[in-house]
């Protein structure tokens, strides 16, 4: 997150970050930190979570970071969303 602040910063345009992990933080104040940094930066955010989880840190951080300047984190359950396409269907 803090390299993607850096190159917003240096190149003054707007940036997705795309990140796709399977399991938690391991640091979770440092997380929530840079995410709040982040938002001061032309910088959205979207976590892809694959695998089973556990997501509960994932979804606080997309829904339950008051600090932030916009909701600039978009937290995305793989798994669970593909579990709703039906079979043999494309989503």
């Known amino acids: 997150i803090r390299e993607a602040i850096q190159i917003c910063a240096e190149e003054k ?3 997705i970050l795309v990140i796709i992990a399977d399991g938690q933080v391991t640091n979770r104040q440092d997380t929530e930190a840079a995410i709040v940094q982040a938002s ?5 955010i979207v976590m892809i979570g694959v695998g ?6 994932m979804e606080e951080f997309d829904d339950e970071l008051p600090a ?3 909701d600039n984190f ?3 359950p793989f798994n669970d969303i593909m579990t709703k396409v ?6």
Do not use: T
């Not at 001061?40 to 959205?44: A, F, H, M, T, W």
């Not at 089973?52 to 840190?57: A, F, K, T």
């Not at 039906?86 to 989503?91: E, I, Q, S, T």
């Open 52 to 57: 089973d989880g556990p997501w509960d840190m």
């Open 40 to 44: 001061q930066y032309p910088l959205s």
């Open 68 to 70: 932030r300047a916009f």
């Open 74 to 76: 978009q937290f995305v």
């Open 13 to 15: 345009s707007y940036h």
């Open 86 to 91: 039906p079979a043999g269907k494309n989503p």
